[in-house]
């Protein structure tokens, strides 16, 4: 320090803090050798505590007001300085500002997940957020124990060990809760008033500091457990599964009778599909039946092998067949081939199949008469 700066220290005598910060929780007083002189000035703003330290022992702590330092009001600091009859020279003592206005928009949340035993899901990973605010209500714990000789303290010094206190105080109360995960979102109000005293209780006398308000905004289950509870949930929405996979291959023919053109692995896919819708409608009760009546034994039917892009698939019955050539999929030109036949034979050449391809085409009109 200049000698320009030493002078300028010992002609000031306001002692003050303006607090531009939003985030400074305590704040020392720069002085010159820590020197005070009789009669200096004391301001305490509305939101701080002043708080006097003479070798290492918290004297005197002063309430918003505006002071003159006399003996009179510095009744622990003569105490302990053996001030008898006042004091006319300088004196050395520490003075810190502490901010007692509520600090918001804090922030804590779960670095990992926390393991849980739900009554529905089984073992399952929580994890949780949320926001709090906290305030110095008792200066002397705060200088005491987390302080010490730091000239600033700022909010983000002490919010790590309250995150640290937040985060267990949770996992203890969500363990003993026995909430069920999907309740949870329920609770929110409630669990995040109950968290709050619980940690009220843990450093309200230890640390000096309150907790006026603490918030749980958001208590999420792994990603594999959302994906699984929107999959129930479609299923619940559908209803039906059994009629919901009978409109899809409905669908799915429609769309391949629509599509000629689509030959390769697309026409076997919907070949596929056809008979596959087939073989369901045939299913007892899939169209309107009593479920529980058993049908007759059907006759004995020849089964159809069909050659597809060079590939054999089957055997199907003969409904599932008429189902692919009403879709378009077997043209009287596919091979087939069944019991009994010598060899592979066009669809439309096979006297059991060439009536469902329809009437054959007319020829086409004779050449104009010249």
């Known amino acids: 320090m200049g000698l320009f700066e030493k002078l300028r220290n010992e002609l000031i005598d306001i002692i003050e803090w303006v607090d ?4 400074t929780l305590v704040w020392r007083f720069p002085r010159y050798q820590n020197e005070i002189k009789n009669g200096a000035q004391l301001i305490v703003r509305p939101g701080q505590t002043a708080v006097f330290i003479h070798r290492g022992q918290i004297a005197d702590i002063f309430e918003p007001g505006h002071y003159e330092l006399k003996t009179d ?4 600091l003569s105490t302990i300085a053996g001030w008898k009859y006042g004091f006319n020279s300088p004196f050395k003592a520490e003075v810190y500002f502490v901010s007692t206005k509520q600090i918001t928009d804090l922030k804590w949340g779960t670095p990992n997940p926390i393991m849980l035993r739900d009554p529905e899901f089984g073992p399952i990973r929580i994890r949780a957020f949320g926001s709090y605010s906290m305030k110095a209500v008792e200066p002397r714990a705060l200088l005491q124990e987390l302080v ?3 000239k600033v303290v700022d909010a983000e010094e002490v919010t790590e060990l309250l995150r640290s206190i ?3 105080t949770f996992a203890d109360m969500l363990g003993e809760s026995n909430v069920a995960a999907l309740d949870l979102a329920s609770k929110y109000l409630e669990f995040g008033e109950t968290l709050r005293v619980a940690v009220q209780e843990r450093i309200d006398d230890e640390y000096g500091l309150e907790i006026p308000q603490l918030l749980i905004v958001n208590i999420s289950l792994p990603e594999a457990v959302e ?7 479609s299923m619940g929405v559908i209803g039906d599964m059994n009629s919901f996979q009978q409109y899809q291959m409905g669908q799915a023919m429609t769309a391949a009778a629509e599509n000629p053109s689509g030959g390769g692995a697309a026409e076997g896919m919907g070949l596929g599909m056809g008979f596959a819708m087939a073989g369901r409608m045939m299913q007892p009760g899939a169209m309107g039946g009593a479920p529980g009546a058993a049908p007759p034994p059907p006759p004995p039917a020849a089964q159809w092998h069909v050659a597809v892009n060079g590939q054999t698939q089957g055997p199907y019955g003969l409904p599932q067949l008429a189902a692919g050539i009403s879709a378009g999929e077997v043209t009287p030109e596919t091979l087939v081939w069944a019991d009994g036949m010598s060899t592979w034979t066009a669809a ?3 006297p059991q199949l060439s009536g469902s391809f329809g009437p054959p085409p007319p020829p086409p009109p004779p050449p104009p008469v010249p």
């Open 73 to 76: 009001n510095l009744p622990l």
């Open 148 to 150: 010490g000789t730091d």
């Open 20 to 23: 531009d910060s939003r985030h």
């Open 166 to 168: 937040i985060i267990s």
């Open 227 to 233: 994906k699984a509870m929107d999959t129930r949930t």
């Open 348 to 350: 439309g050449q096979v």
